[in-house]
């Protein structure tokens, strides 16, 4: 499933919310004020603009940090020490760093000398706990044993819109209902009520689905 292909770049970017000048740049790495850097989540470059679904989840992670200059140079050697020690291509769309690996996650933070604000490990109280930025990752995450199978696209933890490989082709649903097409609906005058009735939802879905894609809306507005 982490190496199925399933989004053009274009396709991730807008359901990550992130431009996608900057999602290419995390998957290919690029040249900066004359100096060339390699992918932060891909090994290497691919020379292709198809997202996988591992990369998807990776770049879920990334996006925690959108509002913050994301240190290339730091990232990429923390997810190199990662992928050697855990021996997967894609360490953060693995289970085993975030819960049971606390501490060799901790240990290749400081091995590369990766900045507080981008650790996803910190020691409180003498514990290994995951930090507010890891601990929103993890969230929107679910897991089938130590692999990433469903993604909440919605910030919001009550959400229950989710993108899964399996269903509508990795687009937003709930419960197997595409949340665009909810919102079509919604467009064209139906009632809440009644696009429940429709796709055999309960209203709080319908709801849910409609304050999804507006706030998707807003921000491609913004």
């Given at each position: 499933?982490?190496?199925r292909?399933?989004?053009?770049?274009?396709?991730?970017?807008?359901?990550?919310?992130?431009?996608?000048s900057?999602?290419?740049?995390?998957?290919?790495?690029?040249?900066?004020?004359?100096?060339?850097?390699r992918?932060?989540?891909?090994?290497?470059p691919?020379?292709?603009?198809?997202?996988t679904?591992?990369?998807?989840?990776?770049?879920?992670?990334?996006?925690?940090?959108?509002?913050?200059?994301?240190?290339?140079?730091?990232?990429?050697?923390?997810?190199?020490?990662?992928?050697?020690?855990?021996?997967?291509?894609?360490?953060l769309?693995?289970?085993?760093?975030l819960?049971?690996?606390?501490?060799?996650?901790?240990?290749?933070?400081?091995?590369?000398?990766?900045?507080?604000?981008?650790?996803?490990?910190?020691?409180?109280?003498?514990?290994?706990?995951?930090?507010?930025?890891?601990?929103?990752?993890?969230?929107?995450?679910?897991?089938?044993?130590?692999?990433?199978?469903?993604?909440?696209?919605?910030?919001?933890?009550?959400?229950?819109v989710?993108?899964?490989?399996?269903?509508?082709?990795?687009?937003?649903?709930?419960k197997?209902?595409?949340?665009?097409?909810i919102?079509?609906?919604?467009?064209?005058?139906?009632?809440?009520?009644?696009?429940?009735?429709?796709?055999?939802?309960?209203?709080?879905?319908?709801?849910?689905?409609?304050?999804?894609?507006?706030?998707?809306?807003?921000?491609?507005?913004?």
């Amino acid at each position: 499933m982490l190496d199925r292909e399933m989004y053009s770049e274009a396709e991730a970017a807008r359901l990550l919310g992130v431009p996608q000048s900057t999602l290419h740049y995390w998957l290919e790495g690029g040249e900066r004020r004359g100096r060339r850097y390699r992918p932060v989540i891909r090994p290497e470059p691919r020379r292709t603009r198809i997202v996988t679904w591992a990369e998807f989840v990776e770049a879920g992670w990334l996006l925690q940090y959108r509002n913050r200059n994301v240190p290339m140079v730091e990232l990429r050697a923390f997810i190199d020490q990662l992928r050697d020690q855990f021996g997967v291509p894609y360490p953060l769309a693995d289970r085993r760093p975030l819960v049971s690996g606390r501490q060799l996650v901790f240990d290749a933070q400081s091995a590369v000398q990766l900045g507080a604000e981008f650790c996803l490990v910190s020691v409180v109280n003498g514990q290994l706990l995951l930090t507010p930025p890891g601990q929103a990752f993890v969230e929107r995450i679910e897991w089938d044993g130590d692999i990433a199978i469903r993604y909440r696209p919605d910030p919001n933890p009550d959400s229950p819109v989710r993108i899964e490989p399996d269903v509508r082709f990795g687009r937003p649903a709930i419960k197997g209902i595409s949340t665009e097409a909810i919102w079509e609906q919604a467009e064209v005058g139906e009632e809440t009520d009644q696009i429940a009735q429709v796709y055999g939802l309960d209203v709080a879905d319908v709801r849910w689905a409609l304050a999804y894609e507006n706030a998707k809306s807003a921000k491609r507005a913004a």
